[in-house]
């Protein structure tokens, strides 16, 4: 019964939530409903029995790029009204991609529940959710089964990391960096003069 | 008979990958060379990627030399090593280091001499050879999406051109969408089988399926299928070709037009194929889509090239249509078939690289220039230059006895063998059609008024034209010495 009656209770707010956030008119109120339905959804995940997933969504997109949005969302200075003009005349066209999209879905999931041949493969692939905690089970075959992907993904990341610095970093002319060790090493009998000015004449 | 050798243990895993591993380290080690030696460093660690992939195809020959004959699969299923990933290896590096080569001259003239660019093209190539090796869904998306991201900041690479960052932007927003699809497909194919890996997904689609998870088998690999053709730009998912083509540096649309085409038209023919083997008489859906993907793009291939007038557009459209011809081979779905589909790129990318350098070298004193009209009067100027550059094009609309017309020959003999006379009917009209805008290139080429010499070329590219040349013209002498490879090739994935 709990547990029904919080299925319910989150995917509402996700449901909810995620339309609030296409529709909300203030950009910053989006990223919050964003925020919302990824809670939600955490929620949901929790109550699948995979914790491990649940606490990934809130700390990796709620923690880090939700709120990256937001303050890209409240640094650019875009109009978001007139953006939203278009939406009108586009709205046939994607509610048309919606239906096909929906209509797919339904079609995709109508037969997974005719073709029970594959449960039981599915259970034998997922790991035993009763003997293991997510993390664990995760832990046993990421470094063993799945080392090879694992590796693969680092490299990818390696590759977003240098054609960032590629495609934006530039060393522009008569900018103070801070150099440390130049800073360390400088010398007092160099850096400071003593002098002694007469009363009332100045240096 | 069909043997698999299964690697249980990582370290011997690790063996299997030795080339990937040698790979990755040292792209890593370029890096921190470039990164600690700064600008100025373009230069060695050009020649220090070049090095780094004539190694990898050392130790790639080493592990053909080492009996690899049948399918032998490593990382518990996810990487699999056979005459196939390894014949399209061979190309992958080829194209990598025609690439590496071509670039430097360009890159310092151009003041665009940063040492990431040797860098990147050396992961990009490392995940073609991921992509080619994938045996499991999750390595084919990991290799995929680190070519992908590669060749995504390389189209923008010179960041300071608006045509170049568009181009980049435009790759990577279209790029995103059919990651998009290809991961629909892929969850699509884990949701009805239960695995992502190819071995078991085989046996899964060879059993006894109801029809709803056959249906849902067919929309997953119809998805997948989409995302590959995006990436070997084959219609209807080739819009973004021609922009990407005209707006990246040269050299780097030189590195687009071959190796990552390679990389995807192998993992197009192990997913097809290789997953759903056609038994006699049986049509497996796959055929369908691949029949109708190919029509569309050797049609479109043939007509929107007609009006191009940048050369680098014209040869999109081109390769566009002949992903087209190298996937009539494909439709037919035997071993002859996929046989033909690896002559035909190893003919493509000797051919199209040729073309490339030719490109290159069409700079006078002013700077690049991309007009076909810019090559009025080459013969006059450039006997030797221009004479290669009208075989090429002759090999390209597939004139015997030049390379292109046995490529084209041995794709569409098998269709002709499964049956697609129509398809093979269509492929030789749009072929004729093509035949057009290559030979009113070589009228330019050859009868309008010169229009002033090009500047000399450096040594590196003269070297690749020429065994680019060699190759196109010399192909129907030596022609059994590739069909032995390929064939062999071929036959490991049946």
Redesign the interface.
């Known amino acids: 019964m709990l547990p029904t009656i919080a299925f319910y209770l989150f995917s509402g707010i996700a449901v909810g939530s995620g339309l609030m956030m296409i529709s909300a008119r203030n950009p910053v109120h989006s990223v919050l409903y964003l925020i919302l339905a990824f809670f939600s959804s955490a929620g949901l995940f929790v109550l699948l029995g995979a914790e491990f997933l649940a606490m990934l969504l809130v700390v990796v997109y709620v923690g880090a790029v939700a709120v990256l949005f937001l303050f890209v969302v409240m640094m650019l200075d875009i109009d978001f009204v007139q953006l939203r003009q278009g939406m009108m005349q586009n709205l046939p066209a994607s509610a048309t991609v919606g239906l096909i999209l929906l209509a797919?879905l339904i079609?995709?999931f109508?037969?997974?529940n005719?073709?029970?041949?594959?449960a039981?493969?599915?259970a034998?692939?997922a790991p035993m959710a009763e003997q293991t905690a997510n993390t664990n089970a995760l832990g046993q075959v990421i470094y063993?089964?799945?080392?090879?992907?694992f590796?693969?993904?680092g490299?990818?990341l390696?590759?977003?990391m240098?054609?960032a610095?590629?495609?934006t970093l530039r060393h522009r002319e008569g900018v103070r960096r801070q150099n440390i060790s130049e800073q360390v090493n400088r010398d007092p009998k160099e850096a400071v003069v003593l002098t002694n000015p007469r009363p009332g004449q100045g240096l | 008979m069909e043997t698999i050798k299964v690697i249980d243990s990582l370290h011997a895993s690790l063996d299997l990958a030795l080339p990937e591993v040698i790979m990755a380290l040292g792209a890593m080690a370029l890096m921190m060379y470039g990164v600690f030696r700064g600008e100025k460093s373009f230069s060695a660690v050009s020649w220090g990627a070049f090095g780094l992939i004539v190694v990898t195809g050392l130790s790639v020959m080493d592990l053909a030399a080492n009996d690899i004959t049948v399918r032998t699969i490593g990382f518990s299923g996810a990487f699999v090593v056979e005459p196939f990933s390894i014949f399209l290896k061979y190309l992958i590096l080829a194209g990598s280091g025609a690439a590496v080569l071509m670039a430097m001259d360009f890159m310092k003239r151009e003041k665009l001499a940063r040492f990431e660019y040797p860098v990147l093209v050396v992961l990009a190539t490392l995940g073609m050879m991921i992509m080619v090796s994938a045996n499991d869904l999750i390595s084919l998306y990991m290799g995929l999406e680190l070519q992908s991201l590669a060749l995504y900041v390389l189209a923008a690479f010179n960041r300071d051109s608006l045509r170049s960052t568009e181009s980049g932007l435009k790759y990577f927003v279209l790029g995103a969408v059919s990651s998009g699809l290809l991961l629909y497909g892929c969850s699509l194919l884990y949701g009805f089988t239960g695995t992502t890996n190819f071995d078991a997904l085989a046996k899964v689609a060879a059993g006894d399926l109801s029809g709803s998870a056959q249906m849902g088998l067919i929309f997953g690999i119809t998805f997948l299928l989409a995302g590959l053709a995006f990436k070997i730009s084959a219609v209807p998912f080739h819009m973004w070709t021609p922009d990407v083509y005209e707006g990246s540096p040269t050299p780097v649309v030189a590195f687009f037009a071959a190796a990552p085409k390679i990389a995807a038209m192998g993992l197009f023919i192990r997913v097809t194929v290789g997953l759903f083997p056609v038994s006699e008489g049986v049509e497996q859906p796959w055929q369908q889509i691949v029949v109708f993907v190919a029509i569309a793009s050797m049609v479109l291939g043939a007509f929107a090239a007609i009006g191009q007038t940048n050369i680098k557009r014209l040869m999109a459209y081109s390769s566009i249509g002949h992903m087209g011809y190298a996937l009539v081979g494909l439709s037919a779905g035997t071993k002859e078939g996929v046989d033909g589909v690896l002559l035909y790129m190893l003919i493509y990318l000797f051919t199209v690289t040729g073309v490339f350098v030719c490109i290159l070298a069409m700079r006078r004193k002013e700077g690049m220039v991309e007009h076909i009209s810019d090559l009025a009067g080459m013969s006059q100027n450039h006997k030797i230059g221009a004479f290669v550059l009208s075989m090429l094009f002759f090999s390209l609309a597939g004139i015997p006895p030049l390379a292109g017309f046995w490529g084209k020959l041995f794709v569409f003999l098998p269709a002709i063998q499964a049956g697609y006379i129509l398809l093979v009917v269509i492929g030789a009209l749009a072929s004729v059609v093509s035949a057009f805008y290559y030979l009113r290139i070589v009228k330019i080429i050859y009868f309008d008024e010169p229009e002033g010499a090009f500047q000399p070329q450096p040594m590196a590219l003269r070297l690749i034209l020429a065994v680019s040349a060699i190759f196109t013209l010399g192909l129907t002498l030596f022609l059994q010495v590739p069909r032995e490879w390929t064939s062999f090739a071929a036959g490991s994935l049946f």
């Open positions: 797919e079609l995709a109508t037969a997974r005719g073709a029970g041949e594959t039981e493969k599915i034998e692939a063993t089964d799945y080392f090879f992907m590796q693969t993904a490299l990818i390696l590759v977003a240098i054609g610095i590629v495609l």
